[in-house]
């Protein structure tokens, strides 16, 4: 076994390797950027070199700097994680050619793998089940035009290098093709220095099952059962669950069987991952092959009580599998829920910023967290802008389901906008719950998943009042008990005290009047009195309300109230006159970024009529494509900003003279 590896990784999946890698007494390297100096991982490894700028092609992708690290410090195998060099032929050669371990596959199944068009041909070779499409090499726009044709629509263009939803468009219809071409090959370009696509029939309401395999340098293959990832936005991953629910144990053990087949197709080694489409009538077809570590892979470690990354250094030191087929079972069931810095509101827009809470659920047999940042850390505009995975594991799928969505109603992030709400919406919707799956669930279920914000509740404005009321209520012990200036009964002279508090939620206020009582307040709220008393102790709020008792969270951050309370999250504001009075500034209007990044593309001209709804501009953040559209009609009056600028969150894009 290694004495020392580098991981040439960061983040949450940096973090997983250290913990096997300690408990395997192998010591660790990490390499950061600037970005993430002050990262959880970078105080965890046993040493940590720093490597560059936060932008990944300054730093995390800088092959040659990172094998100068790791001979440098002695490591005698790199970890690549997954995304950045996991899945880059050229740098697992070239740790080979510098007597340093790559710990992953072989630089040639890597290349048969990697590019989605050869490995086709290579499963079509291998007897592995394959749906139409083109993956030549021809990249002609009139010949790929002339191929998805004959192939028919709805088509799906892929970027040939991609993965992870990137440079990937459905195609309905003819007109929208060469459109949709353009872009996934800027896209894909973009992320993976390589524009080349492939085309395939999409098919309709497919399942996406993957198979979990792992393979020596003794001649063995074997799986680690499947994995169901159907439920998907923008062809990324959401909610991943093991063992895929509803296969018979014919498909099962096809596809299976197929993806042992694809792997020894290619002189695989480590561990990796065959993904299938599979149809509604139960045939399935090869999507691809991902030769990495997956970010879900910890679903299966629950199901099968194995330690995936241990598999994987100990196979890559040598050593034979630690388990043959027949060796391995299936307990249970397990779900993860990746948790984003995003706006599910707004298009899944990525957010950035500081983390002011992140407060999880207590880990346990049944819950785990794998998270990359930590309150107080920030979610930065330069990498993936995962926050955490949380997964869950119990005896039936039915339990399984129950406890992730406790632990995501458990779950309280304050700083920046999350996903953890529509998880919870998605966890519960009834095709979910029934295990009706496919890709098309989020779009088919937008009513339920998106629903209007709800306004805060009169109980959740009475937990908020509570905060207020106890905060700014003086505690003051006194020697005396008996001393009228040590109680807190709101007696008055005159009357007893009143305080009156003004809540605000977007364009709504909300007015409390309370009035003090030696066991708690009257609170009138919307023209209707409640009797209140509770307890405040840090974020949690216990409330008896007309003696109905309450259990809430409340996280305040400067004027910001969060109150999570069945399953919501609430945010109001506590209206302070005076710092109203400070903020209050005219804002200049127009189209505003929504987030940071490099304006790519431009469409309108100035003084062009638009309607609500036409593409103005396209911004590149974090590897993907955004579209900025006219809100209303109107005519352009100016562009602040041109091809290639770099912009960032809230800047003003673009000016409109709205017609309405």
Request: hydrophobic share 40%; charged share 25%.
């Amino acid at each position: 076994m290694f004495n020392k590896i580098l991981i040439a990784n960061r983040g949450e999946i940096a973090r997983r390797i250290i913990k096997t890698a300690h408990l395997m007494g192998v010591k660790t390297v990490a390499v950061y950027s600037d970005a993430d100096q002050d990262a959880p991982f970078v105080r965890e490894a046993d040493e940590a070199v720093h490597i560059g700028p936060p932008p990944p092609s300054e730093s995390y992708l800088l092959a040659d700097r990172i094998l100068d690290v790791a001979k440098a410090t002695g490591a005698q195998a790199v970890h690549p994680g997954y995304g950045f060099l996991s899945e880059n032929a050229n740098f697992a050669d070239n740790c080979a050619q510098n007597d340093i371990v790559f710990i992953g596959p072989p630089a040639s199944s890597i290349i048969d793998m990697g590019d989605k068009s050869a490995s086709k041909r290579l499963m079509r070779e291998a007897g592995v089940p394959l749906s139409p499409g083109y993956e030549e090499e021809n990249q002609d726009t009139a010949h790929l035009v002339e191929q998805v044709n004959k192939i028919g629509y709805p088509a799906m263009i892929k970027a040939s290098a991609g993965g992870g939803g990137k440079g990937m468009r459905i195609v309905q219809k003819a007109e929208q093709f060469e459109e949709a071409l353009a872009s996934c090959q800027r896209e894909s370009k973009a992320a993976f220095g390589d524009d080349r696509v492939l085309i395939e029939k999409f098919i309709e309401n497919p399942r996406h099952v993957e198979i979990q395999v792992f393979a020596d340098n003794h001649g063995n293959t074997i799986h680690l059962f499947e994995r169901d990832c159907s439920s998907q936005r923008r062809h990324q991953k959401v909610i991943e669950e093991a063992p895929a629910p509803g296969l018979s144990d014919e498909t099962r053990d096809a596809m299976h069987k197929a993806a042992i087949a694809a792997a020894e197709a290619v002189g695989y080694r480590g561990a990796g991952t065959v993904e299938f489409l599979l149809a509604p009538n139960g045939e399935f077809y090869f999507m691809e092959m991902n030769t990495r570590l997956q970010v879900e892979h910890p679903v299966t470690e629950l199901i099968t009580g194995l330690d995936l990354v241990e598999w994987q250094l100990r196979i890559a030191a040598g050593e034979p599998l630690p388990a043959q087929q027949n060796e391995i079972s299936l307990s249970g069931h397990a779900f993860e829920a990746r948790i984003y810095a995003e706006d599910p509101d707004n298009g899944f827009l990525p957010a950035t910023g500081k983390l002011v809470r992140l407060t999880f659920p207590t880990a346990s047999e049944h819950i785990r967290i794998d998270a990359g940042v930590e309150q107080d850390g920030v979610v930065s505009p330069h990498y993936d802008p995962m926050i955490a995975k949380l997964i869950t594991w119990d005896e039936t799928r039915e339990k399984a389901l129950d406890r992730l969505s406790s632990a995501l109603n458990d779950t309280h992030i304050v700083g920046l906008e999350t996903n953890v709400a529509f998880l919870n919406r998605l966890a519960n919707v009834p095709p979910f719950k029934a295990a009706q799956l496919d890709t098309g669930l989020i779009e088919r279920e937008q009513e339920s998943l998106f629903p209007e914000k709800s306004t805060a509740s009169n109980l959740a404005l009475i937990l908020a009042s509570l905060v207020e009321l106890q905060g700014h209520t003086p505690n003051i012990p006194q020697s005396d008990p008996h001393s009228p200036w040590g109680s807190q009964d709101g007696w008055r002279l005159g009357g007893r005290a009143q305080k009156r508090l003004l809540f605000t939620e977007n364009d709504q206020e909300h007015n409390v009047v309370a009035t003090y009582h030696a066991d708690g307040y009257s609170l009138l709220i919307n023209k209707k009195e409640y009797t209140v008393s509770g307890q405040v102790n840090d974020d949690n709020v216990t409330v008896t309300v007309d003696g109905k008792i309450t259990k809430a969270s409340v996280i305040c951050h400067e004027l910001e109230r969060h109150i999570f309370l069945d399953n919501q999250h609430y945010q109001i504001y506590l209206f302070d006159p005076l710092i109203a009075a400070e903020n209050l500034e005219e804002d200049t209007g127009g189209l505003r970024a929504p987030m940071p990044g490099k304006i790519i593309k431009i469409f309108a001209s100035i003084d062009d009529r638009v309607s609500a709804g036409d593409p103005l501009m396209v911004l590149e953040a974090m590897k993907m494509e955004h579209t900025i559209v006219a809100p209303t009609k109107g005519t352009v009056k100016a562009f602040l900003g041109q091809v290639n600028d770099q912009v960032n969150e809230g800047d003003v894009l673009v000016e409109l003279d709205s017609e309405e």
